[in-house]
């Protein structure tokens, strides 16, 4: 499995021969240079998305045109946005599995919000939700936006998650203590990646505490476009 991190809470998710890309802002993404918008979406096959704030759906149809891929998500926001952008989507919803090539993707459980802002007022776009991406024997747990919940106990004892994109910036989602509670608490992974983070003057700027929180588990924080493998 390889991860690039495209700033923010966005992802390239290469595994099992499938190239996914979660929650696409690359447009007005303070963390993003646009120049690489091209080289993010390259092969680029389906497009998979949490929920629908802007920061995690800004650039979803343009990489979907530009990708040729599916996006796939909660039933509503994908409803919408096919509706909206004619763009080819999957929606399914929290406990559904849908496959993609030999990749298969499980709905979970988040604890946040979802809407999209249209004419200057928040759209209901479904709820929020996590994923779990299993393929070739590995499996990782995208927890999406959200604070720690108890059905993170239910996740490990269901699908055992040994890598994770967790978010870690705090004030729209846990921050570093809440997510190493939740690390500690629920799973034992083999390594976390930060996500939701370094972007706002709000959010937290660094993963360093984070790290020191659940060591000895590595966190793997790459810089933006770096593709690491785990």
């Known amino acids: 499995m390889h991860l690039t991190w495209l700033g923010h809470a966005s992802f390239r998710i290469e595994i099992g021969g499938e190239v ?5 802002w690359l447009r007005g993404n303070p963390s993003f240079d646009e120049a690489r918008f091209d ?15 802007f920061d995690h759906i800004a650039s979803a149809a343009e990489a979907a045109r530009a990708a040729s891929a599916p996006i796939y998500g909660i039933y509503d926001l994908v409803s919408w946005l096919t509706a909206t952008e004619e763009i080819e989507g999957v929606g399914f919803n929290k406990g559904g599995t849908v496959t993609i090539g030999s990749v298969s993707v499980t709905m979970v459980n988040a604890v946040h919000s979802s809407s999209a802002t249209v004419d200057g007022k928040p759209v209901y776009t479904g709820g929020e939700a996590g994923f779990v991406i299993s393929a070739g024997g590995e499996t990782l747990y995208v927890a999406g ?5 108890s059905d993170m106990a239910l996740i490990q004892e269901l699908h055992h998650p040994k890598v994770a994109i967790l978010p870690i910036g705090g004030h729209f989602t846990m921050d570093a203590a809440r997510a190493a509670f939740a690390c500690r ?23 360093d505490a984070f790290a020191a929180m659940i060591a000895p588990t590595p966190v793997a924080a790459p810089a933006v476009m770096e593709r690491i493998a785990l």
């Open 145 to 149: 936006d959200t604070d720690v919940h």
């Open 39 to 53: 080289e993010a979406v390259a092969g680029v096959t389906a497009i998979l998305l949490t929920h629908g704030h």
């Open 20 to 24: 996914l890309l979660l929650d696409p």
């Open 185 to 207: 608490k629920f799973f034992s992974f083999n390594a976390v990646v930060p996500s939701h983070y370094k972007t706002f003057p709000l959010l937290a700027q660094s993963a």
